[in-house]
């Protein structure tokens, strides 16, 4: 009775990454206007990484009780290989997550003006480094932030830290990964602004597309299976044993 509607927790995922997109992301071109013609420094890059961490503790105590807020692919997809997840509502959460980071970077548009495009818009992207190096970064990046989610939502894990956690994490990861590729570490952060600095007729260098969603993805399961097998007990052996028992009665 108390459970939300599968159309509300589309919503809260489609806000949720619409909300980090924006703040995270819009972080970007806002500093670079605000800078001028000034270089870019490490306040700048603390700045960003506290943006993305602020809106996500944010969006966890918003959403996370309707939808689980994973505004991530990874999450979603590290979420289901991991029986923590039902596979078939992967789908639809990725949709709302991708056209979130669509609406959210037209946002940063509409609030900042063109100029936002003109100075990239926030756009993940890995320069002149080799496909290797920046797989690695954007790997690396997903995985601390995917093991961390797991953590804090396992059964005997403290109670009300998850947001302040995740946040923390995403600001950590954000400082030693986003001078290499952006630090998206998330296919739906990598998507949207992509997808909208094309369409308002910016340079998008789609070959580096699959290089971050196939890391991040790769990232997202690795951590999964890692998880399980550091944390797993003789309970939760038990507990899913009862579970496959109890659905093979059923069938």
């Given at each position: 009775m108390d459970d939300n509607r599968t159309?509300?927790?589309?919503?809260a995922e489609f806000l949720g990454t619409a909300f980090l997109v924006f703040v995270g992301v819009g972080s970007v071109p806002a500093l670079a206007m605000a800078r001028g013609d000034q270089p870019f420094s490490g306040a700048?890059?603390?700045?960003?990484?506290?943006a993305f961490g602020t809106v996500v503790v944010g969006t966890v105590y918003v959403f996370g009780y309707i939808s689980g807020n994973h505004i991530n692919?990874?999450?979603?997809?590290?979420?289901a290989v991991a029986g923590k997840f039902p596979w078939k509502d992967v789908p639809g959460y990725i949709i709302a997550q991708v056209l979130g980071a669509v609406?959210?970077?037209?946002?940063?548009?509409?609030v900042l003006g063109q100029?936002?495009?003109?100075?990239?818009?926030?756009?993940?992207?890995?320069?002149?480094?080799?496909?290797?190096?920046?797989?690695?970064?954007?790997f690396v990046g997903t995985f601390i932030l995917v093991f961390t989610v797991f953590g804090v939502i396992h059964r005997k894990a403290a109670?009300?830290?998850?947001?302040?956690?995740?946040?923390?994490?995403?600001?950590?990861?954000?400082?030693?990964?986003?001078?290499?590729?952006?630090?998206?570490?998330?296919?739906?952060?990598?998507?949207?602004?992509?997808?909208?600095?094309?369409?308002?007729?910016?340079?998008?260098?789609?070959?580096?597309?699959?290089?971050?969603?196939?890391?991040?993805?790769?990232?997202?399961?690795a951590a999964a299976?890692?998880?399980?097998?550091?944390?797993?007990?003789?309970?939760?052996?038990?507990?899913?044993?009862?579970?496959l028992t109890e659905q093979e009665t059923r069938a």
């Amino acid at each position: 009775m108390d459970d939300n509607r599968t159309w509300q927790k589309l919503a809260a995922e489609f806000l949720g990454t619409a909300f980090l997109v924006f703040v995270g992301v819009g972080s970007v071109p806002a500093l670079a206007m605000a800078r001028g013609d000034q270089p870019f420094s490490g306040a700048d890059l603390g700045f960003i990484a506290l943006a993305f961490g602020t809106v996500v503790v944010g969006t966890v105590y918003v959403f996370g009780y309707i939808s689980g807020n994973h505004i991530n692919p990874a999450v979603t997809v590290a979420l289901a290989v991991a029986g923590k997840f039902p596979w078939k509502d992967v789908p639809g959460y990725i949709i709302a997550q991708v056209l979130g980071a669509v609406v959210g970077a037209f946002a940063i548009v509409a609030v900042l003006g063109q100029r936002a495009s003109e100075l990239g818009l926030g756009v993940a992207s890995y320069g002149e480094i080799s496909i290797g190096q920046a797989f690695a970064a954007e790997f690396v990046g997903t995985f601390i932030l995917v093991f961390t989610v797991f953590g804090v939502i396992h059964r005997k894990a403290a109670p009300g830290f998850a947001g302040l956690v995740i946040g923390l994490i995403v600001f950590a990861a954000i400082i030693p990964v986003a001078p290499v590729t952006g630090a998206s570490i998330n296919p739906a952060r990598t998507t949207g602004p992509m997808f909208v600095q094309w369409a308002l007729g910016g340079q998008v260098a789609w070959e580096q597309w699959p290089v971050y969603i196939i890391a991040e993805l790769v990232a997202g399961v690795a951590a999964a299976a890692l998880f399980t097998v550091v944390s797993r007990t003789s309970a939760d052996r038990t507990s899913l044993t009862e579970a496959l028992t109890e659905q093979e009665t059923r069938a």
